[in-house]
Nanobody, 122 residues
Framework: EVQLVESGGGLVQPGGSQRLSCAAS????????MGWVRQAPGKGLEWVSQ????????YYVDSVKGRFTISRDNAKNTLSLQMNSLKPDDTAVYYCAKLTDVGATWGPFGSWGQGTQVTVSS
């Protein structure tokens, strides 16, 4: 059974930093591209960032480019999102997600974590 467990959320002041982690189990982590998706209060899901299976290619939504960094450790089956220069607009529940298709860089997400709340406020 695929399991994705996020951690690292919380309250942070504007301009601050936060690091999210996702512990993956139940599948061969190194075979799949992974991503982060967020949902702000009262809004729909927004794709934030994605990384290919080997970790060499990363992608970001324009609003977080230069501030967020996605990374993965295939030896430890973990996905991370380093968030710097946080803004109130970054307030959301952040979900770790796994692509459906093995080896693909793009495609639908087939598995999701339970989410972790990030609140950016003074």
């Amino acid at each position: 059974e695929v399991q994705l467990v996020e951690s690292g959320g919380g309250l942070v002041q504007p301009g601050g930093s936060q690091r999210l982690s996702c512990a993956a189990s139940g599948f061969t982590f190194s075979y799949y591209a992974m991503g982060w998706v967020r949902q702000a209060p009262g809004k729909g899901l927004e794709w934030v960032s994605q990384i290919n299976s080997g970790g060499g290619n990363t992608y970001y939504v324009d609003s977080v480019k230069g501030r967020f960094t996605i990374s993965r450790d295939n030896a430890k089956n973990t996905l991370s999102l380093q968030m710097n220069s946080l803004k109130p607009d970054d307030t959301a529940v952040y979900y770790c997600a796994k692509l459906t298709d093995v080896g693909a860089t793009w495609g639908p997400f087939g598995s999701w974590g339970q989410g972790t709340q990030v609140t950016v406020s003074s």
